[in-house]
């Protein structure tokens, strides 16, 4: 997360990354993550305010975090390994860890700290 929050700031061009993830290659992800974590693969977690009057406590899959950084990271490592397009990877994963992963990733290592230290 550190590195993430240190990309540099860059502009994208007009190209797509061409790499969409599709729902069912998540999903294969997403179980297989979920039946590798067993008994720890969830944790509680309250939902977030700005979206809400008051908060809800959930229980939430630590799979799903992890799938979703892996969805939000993949198309860039395709990108890269298909040519010179450093600008624009940099550029996505700045804008997806500030939006959507970096959450997931924060969420994540707090479940995942939480099952060691119990």
Do not use: C
């Not at 540099?8 to 190209?15: A, F, I, N, Q, R």
């Amino acid at each position: 997360m550190f590195a993430a929050a240190h990309l540099p700031e860059t502009d994208p061009s007009d190209e797509d990354l061409g790499h969409e993830i599709p729902h069912d290659a998540w999903s294969a992800w997403f179980f297989a993550l979920n039946e590798a974590m067993g008994d720890h693969g969830a944790y509680w977690t309250t939902t977030d305010t700005r979206s809400t009057t008051e908060p809800a406590v959930v229980l939430l899959p630590v799979a799903d975090d992890l799938a979703d950084i892996w969805r939000n990271l993949k198309p860039g490592v395709e990108a890269l390994a298909a040519g010179p397009r450093q600008q624009d990877v940099t550029w996505e994963w700045r804008f997806s860890f500030e939006t959507h992963w970096g959450a997931h990733a924060a969420e994540a290592i707090r479940a995942v700290h939480t099952a060691l230290r119990d």
